[in-house]
């Protein structure tokens, strides 16, 4: 069983900076992202990272505002979250999966998820 535990959640005013961190107990999980759900909304795919080659996938309203990044020796990934936006309040998840998949920010592509963390961005 794989385990991920996500940190980092907190309130910002717009404008304002978080980083989350997940980390998981098992080594070699080769897909890790980040999801994010908003009240009454689907949860949708936020970027996505690979172990191997290192690549990374944003949703389009993240690109240029937020980074995936991960420490392989820490088995950790993170999400560097900058400019933020009101319209980025959301619970976010990290996953993961084993070996490479089709779409990285296809949730379905995902079969271990953490419990969450709280970002609130005021305005």
């Known amino acids: 069983q794989v385990q991920l535990v996500e940190s980092g959640g907190g309130s910002v005013q717009a404008g304002g900076s978080l980083r989350l961190s997940c980390a998981a107990s098992?080594?070699?999980?080769?897909?890790m992202g980040w999801f994010r759900q908003a009240p009454g909304k689907e949860r949708e795919g936020v970027a996505g990272i690979y172990t191997t080659g290192g690549s990374t996938y944003y949703a389009d309203s993240v690109k240029g505002r937020f980074t995936i990044s991960r420490d392989n020796a820490k088995n950790t990934v993170y999400l560097q979250m900058n400019s933020l936006k009101p319209e980025d309040t959301a619970m976010y998840y990290c996953?993961?999966?084993?070996?490479?998949?089709?779409?990285?920010?296809?949730?379905?592509?995902?079969?271990?998820w953490g419990q969450g963390t709280q970002v609130t961005v005021s305005s």
């Open positions: 996953a993961a999966n084993w070996g490479h998949h089709f779409a990285p920010l296809d949730r379905n592509q995902y079969i271990y």
């Open positions: 098992r080594y070699g999980l080769e897909l």
